[in-house]
């Protein structure tokens, strides 16, 4: 499958599988939003701590805004190759394109680990 013109870098599958847990535990202690509208709101206003991004989105153009949008409001954010995976995750049965972690809860520290690693694949 040709890379979709929002991924910005390769994610390694460590990184992709602790991205699935933070989102689970957000999911289960925090808060999480789920779809591209609510996901472009909290980050226009501030809100989002952390953006993952599905890799098998289509169209594409979906999701294009979404890195320029976490880069100007300097949002960290994610990808993972499967929207079913990150719909499961999130607690949706279908897919979902993208999710913003609100409040990490009890992914505290996990997220500001993974923060750190995904500054050093940009």
């Known amino acids: 499958m040709a890379k979709n013109i929002y991924v910005n870098f390769e994610m390694p599958a460590e990184l992709?599988?602790?991205t699935y847990?933070?989102?689970e535990l957000s999911r289960d202690t925090g808060r999480v939003r789920k779809g591209t509208?609510?996901?472009?709101?909290?980050?226009?206003?501030?809100?989002?701590k952390l953006v993952v991004?599905?890799?098998d989105v289509s169209p594409p153009e979906i999701?294009?805004?979404?890195?320029?949008?976490?880069?100007?409001?300097?949002v960290p954010y994610a990808y993972v190759?499967?929207?079913?995976?990150?719909g499961g995750a999130a607690g949706v049965k279908a897919g979902t394109a993208s999710i913003a972690v609100t409040n990490p809860g009890k992914s505290g520290e996990m997220l500001a680990?993974?923060?750190k690693s995904l500054s050093k694949l940009k």
């Open 113 to 115: 680990t993974l923060t």
């Open 21 to 23: 847990e933070i989102v």
């Open 63 to 74: 999701l294009a805004h979404i890195p320029l949008l976490c880069e100007e409001r300097d």
């Open 81 to 86: 190759p499967s929207k079913q995976e990150l």
């Open 37 to 48: 509208n609510e996901v472009t709101k909290v980050v226009e206003r501030g809100e989002a």
């Open 53 to 55: 991004m599905a890799e």
């Open 16 to 18: 992709v599988d602790k």
